[in-house]
């Protein structure tokens, strides 16, 4: 079994100290394990080193070195410097509009359709909310047909206009179906590529201009390490979006990604996806990404 990043740490400074040796040297190699574990989680190195002089520094203030366990005060400095940076509290979605417009973004593959479903879905049990659920993938009608199966699992009514090759004409249709219909929040499911292009980039940029969502999401690989921080950058650069979703969390990777889109965008990641099913959706808890990441 693999001794967990916070039982290291302590475990080197309690023997350290008592040996009577703890020193600002000692310090400075349990943060550079502190930062392989962040790397290895696939925080970007040039985060983590900042991280870590940025723990160094509140150490040394804090009497680290006199304390009677510094291990387990390293461990808490740690932690709680890495849910800072992951911003704090959990933050909700803004569901003031009537009907309130909830915009997904995204690479293919990254989510979005399977998030769309599971997002109604908590807003329908969980908030009482009447979603409706909208298909603007104007070029794959198997994405359309997706969301309909997505639709049928959660009970929501899925908008779509197969044929129709004006996405933003599809989201107007479908606000005002919902307003006629009593859906107090409509989902908009966009079409996404393989990878950031001007096309797709132009196409959802209109979308938002012209729909002016109440929130704009970006549904995001958390498998994709560091690339997820480069396309969150892309996508942020051109739609301003409010908040981040992380999937696929049920695999391996330990979220390091969490850390470096936060620091790079600057917008709260919101909630993560855990699983395939409806049901695998959860509000995004930094203190609780910040366990996992530290393992
Ligand atoms: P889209 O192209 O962005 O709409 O992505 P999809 O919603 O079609 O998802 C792509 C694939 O990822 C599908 O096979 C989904 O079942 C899967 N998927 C989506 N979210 C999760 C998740 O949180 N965990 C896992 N394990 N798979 C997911």
Redesign the pocket.
Known sequence: MFESLSDKLDNALHVLKGHGQITEVNVAETLKEVRRALVDADVNYKIAKEFTTTVKEKALGQDVLTALKPGQMMVKLVKDELTQLMGGDAEGINLSGNPSVIL?S?????????????LANYLKTKKSKKPLLVAC?VYRPA?IN?LHV?GDQVGVEVFSDEGNQDPVAISKAAIAHAKANGHNVVII?TA?RLAVDEAMMTEIANIHSAIQPQETLF?V?SMTGQDAVNTAKAFNDRLNFDGVVL?????DTRGGAAISIKSVVNKPIKF?????KMD??DVFYPSRMADRILG
């Open positions: 997904m995204g690479l293919q593959g990254s989510g979005k359709t399977t998030f769309s479903g599971k993938d994405a997706q997505v499911d996404g549904v690989d999937t696929k969390l049920d695999g993560i996806g855990t699983g395939e695998a959706i």
